[in-house]
Each structure stands twice: as C-alpha cells, then as structure tokens.
C-alpha cells in the first residue's frame, strides 16, 4: 500500500498551488532546489527542478496525503487540516514547516446569539468541509449538530440558511467580516506539515534526510 515511487534516485513531493506552493519555494532553495515552472502558468502537473532527481506533482490540496499514503509522492506538504480530516494513516510527519497559518474557528450570522444557542442546548447546522474537526470539537462541547459536507465556499452556507454555523480556517478574516460573519469560537491554530511516505523514509533515506534536515532549519528560522 504505502510503497514508494519506483527509482530510489528520484523523488517526487506533492504541492498544491497557490499558499503552500508559494510558502515551501524558500525551504527548498534551503535545500538547494528550484523548481523550474510556475504551476500558476504552466499546465503541466509534473514540474521539473534544477535537480534532475527530484521533480514536483501539483495536486489539489486535499490530495496531499493520499499521493503520499500510497507511494505515488515520496513527500509532500499539508495543512494540519488537511492532514486531520484524512487521518494520517502510513505518513510520517517530521516538520511543522510553520507556513501557510492560519486557524480553524467557528463563525455565524453577525446576528446569532451563539452563546446562548449552545447554553440552551439548541441543536445547530454546522457547514464545513471539515467535518472530523468539527465532530470532535462539539464532541467535546457536548453540542449536538447537525454537520453539513460542504466542498467550498463554506461562508455562504449561513448568509443563505443553509446552516446555523461554519466551521472554516481563518486567516486575515477579511472573509467573514465581507460576509457579515463574525468568529465566536477558536478551535486550533493550522500551520502545514512536511508529510513522508513511511516505506520512501527508509528506501530513500539518503536523498530524503538531508532535505528534510533542510526543511526543518529553514522553518524555524522563518518561523
Ligand atoms: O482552494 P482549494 O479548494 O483548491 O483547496 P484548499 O482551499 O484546501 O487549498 P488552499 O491552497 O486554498 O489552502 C491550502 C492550505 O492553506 C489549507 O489547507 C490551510 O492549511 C492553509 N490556509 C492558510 C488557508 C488559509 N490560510 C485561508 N485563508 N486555507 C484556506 N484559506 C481560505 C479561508 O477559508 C477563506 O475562505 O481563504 C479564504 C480567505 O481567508 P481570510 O480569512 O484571509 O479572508
Ligand atoms: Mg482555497
């Protein structure tokens, strides 16, 4: 299952476009590698770098964990978001890169009174596309919700009544305060993971250390 890409003198990390792929550029030339396409231009999804052994898969953010999981990336970087609500499972994650940060809160209605709601024992409709986190956040609360799956856009949800509350990661919050939202509830802080397959660990160990080691001087100097 968690078998690694085929020639153990090459590697493949797995990005997504956009913060993490714009965040992780500096950790790699920390490592010495430039990637030599922009995936913002380019419609390739395998991009070359200065290094002829390491070459970069542009997926989709949630795809991270799974292109690591089963071999088809060596390494890749993540969201703890992310990485919560797929579980993990065959990754092993040696760095907090402390990039792309954000927080993963609870918003509403400008109008609703939250408090009250859950002091009262209502039942809410809680939009996400985190719905792991936000099953164990009123868990702990001793909420009961109703969570509704959502893959995107998850502010327009109370604008519109589908639900009472987002769960949603924040950042400037310029978001929800143009949509009359406001953020009663912080769950936890999100920063993103370097994530290895756990097989490419000990296979490839030679190429992969000193990049991890790399990556992990790089972040807390940043950080
Ligand atoms: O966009 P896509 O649907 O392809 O996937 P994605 O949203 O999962 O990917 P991407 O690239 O947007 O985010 C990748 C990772 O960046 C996430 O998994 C988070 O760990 C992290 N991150 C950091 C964020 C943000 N900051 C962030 N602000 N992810 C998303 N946002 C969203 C936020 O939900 C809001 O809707 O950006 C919007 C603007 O945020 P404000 O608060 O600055 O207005
Ligand atoms: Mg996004």
Do not use: W
């Amino acid at each position: 299952m968690t078998k690694p890409t085929q020639d153990s003198s090459q590697l493949i990390l797995a990005l997504s476009k956009g913060r993490i792929f714009e965040d992780t550029l500096p950790l790699l030339a920390a490592a010495g590698i430039e990637v030599l396409e922009n995936p913002e231009t380019s419609r390739k999804l395998i991009l070359a770098t200065n290094d002829p052994g390491v070459r970069v898969l542009i997926v989709r953010a949630t795809d991270v964990p799974t292109y690591v999981q089963y071999g088809a990336a060596d390494f890749g970087v993540a969201g703890k978001d992310v990485l919560l609500e797929h579980g993990g499972e065959g990754l092993y994650q040696p760095v907090d890169l402390r990039i792309a940060c954000c927080r993963m809160s609870v918003a509403v209605n400008a109008g609703f009174d939250y408090e009250t709601a859950v002091r009262q024992g209502a039942r809410l409709r809680v939009a996400t596309k985190f719905v792991e986190t936000a099953r164990e956040h009123f868990a702990k609360k001793g909420v009961h919700v109703d969570l509704i799956k959502l893959y995107g856009s998850m502010e327009l949800a109370p604008l519109v009544g589908l639900s009472d509350a987002i769960v949603d990661v924040v950042s400037t919050g310029g978001t929800l305060r143009a949509n009359n939202l406001v953020e009663v509830e912080k769950i936890m802080e999100i920063s993103s993971r370097l994530v290895v397959n756990q097989a490419a660990l000990k296979l490839k160990r030679e190429r992969l250390q000193p990049i991890i080691e790399a990556f992990d001087r790089a972040s807390r100097q940043q950080g």
